[in-house]
């Protein structure tokens, strides 16, 4: 027989009222209080009625996630954490990928809207900001996670992706690399933007150029692309002595072009990634690449919208930088 309120709070040895409180995040409870109410709700597998709260202008405890590509194992990663961290509180995720279409994206937002879901978490390029501005006149609390949003008053959690940049460009310095180019992803990703700054003014800063015609901007399929963009920079008789790729997949790409035209990695050219998936460790060879929190970007950006971040000042928004790391790996070494 399905559980009632009244379980949970016989089980709990609590109120009606206090089961009420804490499924609608009101009320002076504790949070060992409350931790202990949902476990008993799990155990019971209890669940409030989403559409009862939605109609009565409740909280519905779901929470909407858009990423460009949940094939992409770094989004992948991304909502993990989400949805890890939103279940420590009560909350069920709704995933949503875009495949960076903006119709897409519209149309998931006003799902989700309908669906009257108590945040929204955008972790994907939206062309147009109308949908959005219109959610926020309606108070639907909105962050960004891992790209920043200009022109709309959202809370962000973002990786500094400049700084990423320069870690990457300062590894392959060191390494004695003078002859560099950049896969990266479309141009008009900020992220991409910061990242491939970061780079060329760590070589701008050793004396070092990197040329217009050395970035290959890559759209959809990233491996694909990438290894069709990798292929045109190292068939070239002045080829790079090394790749930085804007994120994992594009190096997947870069190193199966690098086998294609039978050159060794790292021995004649070194290839670094971004992002740090999964992926990174199962190449051969393992591959370098700066690493991005995606634990702690899921658990940040879900707290921003649940507002258990630290607060701020009323009516100021919230933008957490976390700091990216180098994990030097084997596709990595000295020029030939």
């Known amino acids: 027989m399905k559980a009632t309120i009244y379980d949970v709070a016989r089980e709990a040895g609590v109120s009606i009222a206090a089961v009420s409180q804490v499924i609608n995040g009101k009320g002076k409870i504790s949070e060992e209080r409350r931790a202990a109410i949902f476990s008993v709700m799990e155990k019971l597998s209890y669940k409030p009625s989403v559409i ?199 190096a997947i790409g870069a190193l199966q072009a690098a086998k294609d035209l039978s050159l060794r990695v790292p021995d004649e050219v070194s290839i670094i990634g971004f992002d740090n998936t999964i992926l990174a460790t199962v190449t051969d060879p393992a591959l370098t690449t700066i690493a991005q929190p995606t634990d702690k970007l899921g658990q940040l950006a879900v707290d921003l919208i649940l507002g258990k971040h630290e607060p701020a000042q009323p009516g100021t928004l919230k933008r957490v930088v976390l700091q990216p790391e180098l994990i030097v790996r084997q596709s990595t070494g000295r020029p030939f």
């Open 52 to 250: 009862a709260a939605a109609l009565t202008g409740k909280k519905t405890f779901t929470l909407g996630l858009l990423v460009p590509d949940i094939s992409n194992p770094f989004f992948a990663e991304i909502a993990r954490a989400v949805e890890d961290q939103g279940n420590i509180h009560g909350y069920s995720i709704v995933i949503c990928s875009t495949d960076n279409r903006d119709e897409r994206g519209e149309n998931y937002l006003s799902l989700l809207e309908q669906k009257r879901v108590d945040g929204i978490i955008i972790g994907t390029g939206m062309g147009g900001k109308e949908m959005l501005e219109k959610l926020l006149a309606k108070s639907v609390p909105i962050a960004a996670i891992a790209r920043e949003m200009p022109g709309l008053d959202v809370d962000t959690v973002v990786i500094d992706d400049y700084e990423g940049g320069r870690l990457a460009a300062r590894h392959l310095i060191e390494l004695g690399h003078k002859r560099m180019a950049v896969l990266s992803e479309s141009a008009k990703i900020p992220s991409s933007q910061e990242r491939i700054r970061g780079f060329r003014d760590e070589l701008a800063e050793a004396g070092l150029e990197l040329p217009e015609a050395s970035v290959k901007a890559s759209e959809r399929d990233l491996v694909k692309d990438g290894k069709r963009n990798a292929f045109a920079l190292l068939e070239t008789g002045e080829r790079p002595t090394a790749l930085f790729c804007c994120n994992d997949l594009l």
